[in-house]
C-alpha cells in the first residue's frame, strides 16, 4: 500500500511538472532531435531542471523575500551548470540545449521560443544600476559561447553565431557573427520558424571583400575600355 501511495505520488507529480512546463517541454521535442519521451526530459535535462527552479525563485524574488530566491538559484547553478539570476524575466518556450556555462544576468529580458546553446552569456557591463543586461525578442537562436553584453535589444528572428560578442542593438530579421559582433544578413522581413542551422552561417568580412573585388573588376574594365578609346583616337589621327 506504501508502495502504491509513492508511485501516485510521483505520478501526479510528474503530471504537475509536465503541465507547469508544457511549453518548454514542447519547444525541446521541436528543437531537439534526441528528445524521446517526456520522462527523459523531466528527469535528464539540465535546461528544462534549471528553468524549473527559476521559475520557483522568481516567486520569491517578485515577493521581496530575501535570500531565498539567490540561494534556490545558486542551488539551480550546482546542480545543472547553468546560473539564471531570479530577477530575470523569461518567457515561454525557452530551451536551453546542453546549457553548461550558461549565465543569465539579473535584468535580461527573454522573450518567447528562445533557444540558448552552452556557454552563452547574457551580462552586464560596468557596475551601473538599473538595466545592464540585454533583452531578447522572439524566437532568437543564440550559438555556442556566445556573449550578449549590456543593455542592448536583440530583435526578433535574430540568429546569433557561435562565439560571437554582441554589445550593439541588432535589428529584427538579421544573422550576427563574429567579435565583436557584426550585422552579416539583414533581410528586412519576418523570418518563418526557427532556424537551428549554425554551419551556413555568412562571414561578413568576406562578403565586404568580394563587393571591393568586384568594384575593383569593374574599374579595371573600365579603364581597359578608356585606354583603347584612347589609342583607337590616336591611331585615327
Do not use: C
Amino acid at each position: 500500500m506504501i508502495l502504491l501511495y509513492i508511485l501516485i505520488s510521483i505520478a501526479v507529480l510528474f503530471a504537475l511538472l509536465a503541465v507547469a512546463m508544457r511549453h518548454e517541454i514542447k519547444a525541446a521535442f521541436e528543437r531537439d532531435p534526441a528528445a524521446r519521451n517526456i520522462f527523459e526530459l523531466l528527469l535528464l535535462y539540465p535546461g528544462l531542471h534549471a528553468i524549473m527552479i527559476y521559475r520557483i525563485a522568481n516567486v520569491f524574488y517578485k515577493l521581496r523575500i530575501p535570500f531565498i530566491p539567490r540561494l534556490l538559484s545558486q542551488m539551480g547553478r550546482f546542480l545543472t551548470g547553468i546560473e539564471i539570476h531570479p530577477g530575470a524575466k523569461i518567457g515561454k518556450g525557452l530551451f536551453i540545449d546542453h546549457g553548461m556555462g550558461v549565465v543569465i544576468g539579473e535584468t535580461t529580458i527573454i522573450g518567447e521560443d528562445v533557444t540558448i546553446y552552452q556557454g552563452v552569456t547574457l551580462g552586464g557591463t560596468g557596475k551601473e544600476k538599473g538595466k545592464r543586461h540585454p533583452t531578447i525578442g522572439n524566437d532568437v537562436v543564440i550559438g555556442t559561447g556566445a556573449k550578449v553584453l549590456g543593455n542592448i535589444t536583440i530583435g526578433d528572428y535574430v540568429n546569433i553565431g557561435a562565439n560571437a560578442v554582441v554589445i550593439k542593438d541588432v535589428p529584427p530579421n538579421s544573422t550576427v557573427v563574429g567579435v565583436p559582433g557584426r550585422i552579416a544578413v539583414k533581410e528586412g522581413k519576418r523570418v518563418s520558424g526557427i532556424s537551428l542551422d549554425h554551419t551556413a552561417l555568412p562571414d561578413p568580412l568576406a562578403q565586404a571583400l568580394d563587393k571591393l573585388q568586384h568594384e575593383i573588376d569593374h574599374i579595371e574594365t573600365e579603364l581597359k575600355d578608356w585606354h583603347k578609346e584612347e589609342k583607337d583616337k590616336r591611331e585615327n589621327k
